[in-house]
């Protein structure tokens, strides 16, 4: 059992930055795979980026390239998704999310193929994110 919560949601003008954290309990030692993803009203849940644990491999969405960083702390427990140079278009729930068991390719493809989302195993509450213009 793995859970997940996020924090550091809010709201933003166009070009700010938000840094949101996701803190993993439980059996975290057996999540390999771990990620933000983000739904807006009306729109498909899409992945943002994902980070495979211990060995520290990242994977991007194409729309976040150059703007987010997702990275783990020391303990290894905790997710962040460092977001710069925010849009509009970037207002969302975000939510964190893992899937034990896994493997890099696995993992990637949660972001790649978006009809992969349905088999991730673990999500967080949500946080809301912001970016007015």
């Known amino acids: 059992q793995v859970q997940l919560v996020e924090s550091g949601g809010g709201s933003v003008q166009a070009g700010g930055s938000l840094r949101l954290s996701c803190a993993a309990s439980?059996?975290?030692?057996?999540?390999?795979?771990m990620g933000w993803f983000r739904q807006a009203p009306g729109k498909e849940r899409e992945g943002v980026a994902v980070?495979?644990?211990?060995?520290?491999?990242?994977h991007y969405a194409d729309s976040v390239k150059g703007r987010f960083t997702i990275s783990q702390d020391n303990a290894e427990n905790t997710v962040i998704l460092q977001m710069n140079s925010l849009y509009p278009e970037d207002t969302a729930m975000y939510y964190c999310?893992?899937?034990?068991?896994?493997?890099?390719?696995?993992?990637?493809?949660?972001?790649?193929?978006?009809?992969?989302?349905?088999?991730?195993?673990?999500w967080g509450q949500g946080t809301q994110v912001t970016v007015s213009s």
């Open positions: 439980g059996n975290t030692s057996s999540t390999l795979c």
């Open positions: 999310a893992a899937d034990p068991p896994s493997w890099w390719g696995k993992c990637q493809s949660f972001i790649d193929r978006r009809e992969r989302i349905s088999g991730v195993s673990y």
């Open positions: 980070i495979y644990r211990g060995a520290g491999f990242t």
